[in-house]
């Protein structure tokens, strides 16, 4: 019979080696999984993080912005211009098209500055801080125009932008070549397009910041409040009230917006009770520094701190005026930065920018302020603003007068004004009394 060879039967040693290998390996894999699960949190916790400490930085700048006054405020959102500009021009640049128009990049440019010139040179919603009449005076008419007879730094500056504007217009017709006119002409619009939710939009802000820090700073901090505040309410709320059954013990969140899946009626509904609270109670603690509820004109008078032309709207009707501004940076502001993501998610990408930490650029800051600040002007000017004749420069009475006369009169009703006032006044008189 022959021999047949029994089954090895494993040792002990052996037994005990490799079931300790499954053991290692078992554990190796549980740990892969808790950290795998561990990392979406570290990561989510170090942007929260990133998010609040850049946050705080911009705060604290912001603090020194208002701080040193109208024109710095003013100067600063003009230069953010300039950024935001760039990040929305950036989108839709195709490099491979671009090296075949060497100079169609410098026309994007002309056309903004030609856009800039208009908005804070021209009459259109005139602020009078005096910069451009400063630099007219003291440069152009002193070293440039100085045998010129030109009325007034406001018509300067309306003839020199339509001037820049048609030297760009025939430069950019010019520019126009064969096989490329589709991309041009697109480019062309969506420059017009930037210039507009830009400078239009802004020059208002320049009005706002005129009439008092209070209608700059309250508007931005309400946005801000409401953004913070979809944050915090999203994470901690989201799809834990509004969701659906898809299954057994399973649930989905309802979405506000298709547009940004990420954003929860939780988030929604909390950052605007949020916001209004904030509008109700912030307003009335600002509306109480004296320096953010007085006009720039009257800053510049040195007595702001005895009175004021709004005084009596912060003693007690600020906080409802507050409230109403409130509202609408919780239901019409935000749909700013929806339509910023429509933007985004047209060009496939996450942020306009990366310059500021954990918040994109300076459009991903800026997308809910823009409508925010066109409301805040006419709100401004349809229930608060004093008539005109109530509301000019008393340091500066007669060139405010003359101003008012030479933009809203006719040349004949002109004519008629300054021969009542030469009959019914003394000229030697007034040259005694003057200092």
Not at 216 to 244: E, H, M, Q
Not at 253 to 266: A, C, G, H, Q, V
Request: glycine letters at 6%; one cysteine or more; charged letters at 15%.
């Amino acid at each position: 019979m022959p021999h047949v060879a029994s089954p090895r039967t494993p040792s002990r040693k052996r037994v005990k080696a490799h079931s300790s290998k499954e053991s290692m390996k078992k554990h190796v894999r549980q740990n892969e999984t808790s950290e795998g699960k561990a990392k979406p949190a570290q990561t989510k916790l170090s942007k929260l993080i990133t998010r609040c400490v850049s946050g705080l930085l911009m705060f604290v700048l912001f603090a020194a912005i208002v701080y040193l006054g109208h024109l710095t405020i003013a100067g600063t959102m003009i230069t953010l211009q300039i950024f935001t500009f760039s990040e929305l021009v950036n989108l839709r640049y195709v490099k491979a098209k671009e090296k075949n128009m060497p100079f169609f990049r410098t026309l994007q440019w002309l056309w903004f500055a030609v856009a800039m010139f208009f908005a804070h040179g021209s009459s259109w919603l005139k602020a009078p801080m005096g910069v451009n009449k400063h630099i007219f005076h003291n440069y152009i008419e002193k070293y440039i125009l100085s045998k010129t007879n030109i009325q007034s730094e406001i018509a300067f500056f309306e003839l020199f932008t339509f001037g820049l504007f048609s030297i760009v217009f025939i430069m950019s017709v010019l520019s126009l070549k064969k096989d490329l006119y589709d991309y041009q002409i697109t480019q062309f619009t969506w420059t017009l397009m930037c210039v507009v939710i830009l400078v239009l939009q802004m020059k208002t802000l320049v009005y706002n910041i005129y009439n008092g820090i209070f209608w700059f700073i309250f508007p931005f901090l309400c946005v801000v409040a409401n953004d913070s505040g979809a944050y915090f309410a999203g994470i901690s709320l989201g799809g834990k009230i509004f969701k659906y059954r898809v299954a057994k013990n399973k649930y989905q969140r309802i979405t506000f917006l298709k547009l940004s899946p990420k954003k929860t009626w939780e988030g929604f509904i909390g950052a605007m009770c949020f916001t209004v609270l904030f509008g109700y109670y912030g307003s009335q603690y600002l509306g109480k520094i004296k320096y953010f509820g007085c006009a720039y004109n009257e800053i510049g008078q040195k007595t702001y701190e005895t009175q004021c032309m709004n005084d009596e709207l912060f003693q007690d009707q600020i906080k409802y005026h507050g409230t109403v501004i409130a509202l609408f940076a919780s239901l019409v502001a935000p749909f700013g930065g929806f339509w910023a993501s429509a933007m985004k998610r047209a060009c496939n990408i996450k942020d306009f920018n990366n310059l500021i930490p954990g918040h994109g650029g300076f459009m991903d800051r800026l997308d809910c302020q823009f409508v925010m600040i066109s409301f805040v002007y006419l709100y401004y000017a349809t229930f608060i603003a004093k008539p005109a004749f109530l509301n000019h420069d008393a340091s500066n009475d007669v060139e405010s007068l003359y101003q008012l006369a030479l933009s809203g009169l006719s040349p004949t009703d002109q004519c008629l004004l300054a021969q009542k006032l030469s009959s019914s006044s003394n000229i030697q008189n007034c040259m005694s009394i003057m200092p």
